[in-house]
């Protein structure tokens, strides 16, 4: 009698089995926020259960945050919830180093990202790198800076991904996610700016190829020299800018 | 350069988030790494970068620990632990990293990466661990940013060791408990 506790096997339940293999998925990154879940059918085949338990799996989902039922779909919810993101965003506001000091803590972390990537990704993970690099230099030759500020984004997210740290990416992806308004206004000012353009593409190879030889310490100078020099220059852009703005109130002074 | 005190927001907390670490145990490993590059960071800045005020917030946080310790009052010590840490990144003036890490922290003092009591019932686990917080402390009060690195780094690293080192020991309970049963009933039918 001493410990039967231990010893009993008790199978998860249909629904649940299912909820915890669905939230595998956004753990890990295989479904995003926004993502539309494939139809009822399809999905239940797809995971050989039945639709009530699929149903059920869904309905629990839903009571946890993890999904939303909208016209048109059932879409994953992006874990760093709404009143997360409001508050960050109003900080991000109200705080005029708030970039500054949102670069600073990237520097740290995708130095680390980059080093995990480069040990640790597949092939899968690497070709993912590989794709979103050639469409960035792609963009770059088009010229058209709000697409490529966009798949800049995407790089960065594609070597979260690879380094294989599910809270990283969590925090990462959600970051990136509620910021995503101000960080891009942020890349298109950089963008736009005559030679950053060249320098930045220069850097994101530089990552790009660290990871593909899998040289860890490379990747780690490379993403952190990357993110440090965006800090600078956009540091160095508003204080040009607040400088334009004084001459322009000057010169409309003595008009 | 002059830090300015922030005004020292607490982050709404994401159950969702929160909920989904917890239901699946092996994030806390991944926790642990993400943890050790943020607390070297986040050491050797508020080494730079503290004012007087957040070096009194600190050592009030430690003062706490050390007490707490010293009583042998588990529940006290650690919330203490959660302060002295909350206490460092509010002392790095980073808003960022402080509304991020303090959502963290606050997590695990709610046991969403894995219980808590484990690592402190590793044997030495807490003197060592009381150890590795005053290293911190003083290398923070110092001004010593390598050494402040160091010693974050040295915390988590054993946080690490011990989680692992506890799984492990629950797992070895649990069978030597099989083959006890299975030895039991073998002399009951003698």
Redesign the interface.
């Known amino acids: 009698m001493l410990h039967t506790a231990n010893d009993a096997i008790r199978p998860a339940k249909l629904p649940e089995a299912i909820a915890s293999h669905l939230e595998s998925l956004i753990l890990e990154g295989s479904l995003r926020a926004g993502d539309r879940l494939s139809a009822e059918r399809d999905l239940a085949q797809q995971l050989e259960v039945s639709r009530p338990s699929l149903r059920q799996a869904i309905s629990l989902l839903v009571n946890r945050g993890f999904l939303e039922i909208r016209q048109g779909g059932t879409f994953v919810r992006p874990p760093l919830d709404d009143t997360f993101g409001d508050h960050l965003s109003q900080l991000m506001r109200s705080d005029p180093d708030s970039t500054s000091d949102y670069l600073e803590f990237r520097g740290g972390v995708d130095g680390m990202a980059a080093f995990l990537a480069a040990s640790r990704s597949t092939d899968i993970d690497r070709q993912a790198i590989h794709r979103a690099f050639l469409e960035m230099e792609q963009a770059h030759c088009r010229s058209v800076p709000n697409e490529e500020a966009d798949i800049d984004t995407r790089f960065h997210q594609s070597v979260y991904e690879a380094g294989h740290n599910v809270v990283m990416l969590q925090i990462m992806c959600g970051l990136s996610g509620i910021l995503r308004r101000d960080v891009h206004q942020n890349r298109t000012k950089l963008y736009t700016r005559k030679g950053v353009r060249e320098i930045l593409l220069d850097q994101h190879r530089a990552i790009h190829d660290a990871i593909m030889n899998q040289d860890g310490p490379a990747a780690r100078d490379a993403a952190q020299g990357h993110v440090n020099f965006t800090r600078a220059a956009l540091t160095e852009i508003d204080r040009t800018d607040a400088r334009l703005e004084m001459s322009l109130r000057r010169f409309a002074e003595t008009e | 350069m002059q830090y300015r005190n922030?005004t020292d927001?607490i982050?709404?907390y994401?159950?969702?988030?929160a909920?989904?670490?917890q239901?699946?145990p092996?994030?806390a490993f991944?926790?642990l790494?993400?943890r050790l590059?943020?607390a070297?960071?986040a050491a050797r800045q508020a080494a730079e970068r503290s004012t007087e005020e957040d070096r009194a917030r600190l050592t009030s946080a430690y003062e706490s620990l050390r007490q707490a310790h010293d009583r042998y009052d588990l529940d006290s010590e650690s919330q203490a632990d959660t302060k002295f840490h909350l206490a460092i990144y509010q002392a790095c003036h980073?808003?960022?990293?402080g509304?991020?890490m303090s959502?963290?922290i606050t997590m695990q003092s709610r046991d969403v990466f894995y219980d808590r009591r484990r690592i402190h019932q590793q044997p030495g686990a807490r003197e060592a661990m009381m150890d590795q917080h005053r290293a911190l402390y003083l290398a923070i009060l110092n001004r010593r940013p390598e050494a402040a690195a160091e010693a974050a780094e040295i915390h988590i690293r054993f946080t690490n060791h011990s989680l692992r080192e506890s799984i492990e020991a629950e797992r070895r309970l649990?069978s030597a408990?099989?083959r006890?049963?299975r030895s039991?009933s073998q002399e009951d039918e003698e």
């Open positions: 922030k927001q982050p709404p994401p159950e969702t988030l909920a989904l670490f239901a699946h092996e994030s991944d926790y790494e993400f590059v943020i070297r960071m980073n808003a960022v990293m509304f991020i959502t963290l649990q408990l099989r006890q049963r039991l």
